[in-house]
């Protein structure tokens, strides 16, 4: 896992300083991802701590609709983005959870305007409140709903949108699947239950066909203090 996660460190460099032309990209499933862009309801990208998605991201300004990123940079991050090697403005709209509540009216409001939103299904940001239980490798884990939550308001479909490494210059990107949430589920998280296991399912398959590109360093088994 390590030596894998170097090889994307490095393509990310790759991409940043040489440009996206020296890493190719195949995206399976264009048609489909289009066709839910065309829908105008907005689209939430579900991805995962795999693959490399920002340099297989080089292949969705096919979308040609903006796409916002729910990302948290801490001070003194060293994790450099391949637009920071490049020196360039960042080509995504960045929202940070730590604005109003969580970057939530920020994400609507782009859903709205039918944009894509990205936001990661295997990492809690916060509070383990924002999340709910279901079940992955064989034990328990916490995902966020939040993006469930989301998809109900609005409408929106979710995408789980995976990348992967082929090749020593190539990757792939595949639409592995689209989740619907039924409209006016509420606050209630247990009812977003089954919509995230749908994710949890589809990230348990993913790393079943490639299981040195989950790049997961932390126990996300264990269960933190508050809940014991």
Not at 46 to 53: D, Q, R, S, T
Not at 101 to 125: N, P, Q, T
Not at 143 to 149: G, N
């Amino acid at each position: 896992m390590s030596l894998e996660l170097g090889k994307v460190l490095v393509d990310r460099a790759l991409v940043g300083i040489l440009g996206p032309e020296h890493v190719q990209v195949e995206l399976r499933g264009k048609k489909e991802l289009l066709d839910l862009v065309a829908e105008g309801k907005g689209v939430l990208l579900v991805n995962a701590h795999v693959g490399c998605w920002q340099v297989a991201a080089s292949v969705l300004g096919l979308v040609e609709t903006p796409i916002n990123l729910l990302m948290q940079r801490e001070e003194g991050d060293i994790d450099r983005h391949h637009f920071e090697h490049a020196g360039i403005e960042c080509p995504y709209r960045i929202i940070d959870p730590r604005g109003d509540l969580g970057g939530v009216l920020k994400m609507l409001e782009a859903l709205k305007r039918g944009e894509v939103v990205s936001v990661m299904g295997d990492r809690m940001l916060g509070d383990d409140r924002n999340g709910v239980e279901v079940d992955f490798m064989d034990g328990t884990v916490t995902f966020p709903f939040s993006a469930c939550k989301l998809a109900s308001v609005t409408g929106a479909p979710i995408v789980v949108l995976l990348s992967y490494k082929v090749g020593p210059d190539s990757y792939e990107m595949k639409l592995y699947r689209t989740i619907r949430v039924p409209a006016g589920l509420g606050r209630g998280k247990d009812k977003f239950i089954p919509y995230v296991q749908e994710f949890a399912d589809t990230l348990e398959a993913f790393c079943r066909e490639h299981p040195f590109q989950f790049f997961n360093f932390f126990d996300m088994w264990k269960k933190s203090s508050s809940n014991e």
